[in-house]
């Protein structure tokens, strides 16, 4: 993904957050995430988003590769005939 950071440092353990009730029906939680900030990492806190039909949330992880780490995903991506959203991820 052109422009995601690439890191030599592995993120901290992802916190763990109580989102509480949706403010509408509907609504999809999208967690929190570790984000670079050149220098170090900064905690995204999560949030409630409206859906958006036809879309399945992809959410923000880091991987390892070698020894650096990427950051991927946080995007919506066109659902795909077949896929239901599961928890913000799509079923594959």
Known sequence: MAGAPVVQLAPPVVLLEHPGRPPATGYLWVAGYWSWSG???DWVPGRWVAPRPGQVWVPHVWRQDGEVWHQEGGRWEEQRRGEER???????
Do not use: F, I, N, S
């Open 86 to 92: 599961r928890e913000g991820r799509p079923r594959r």
């Open 39 to 41: 220098a170090r990492y």
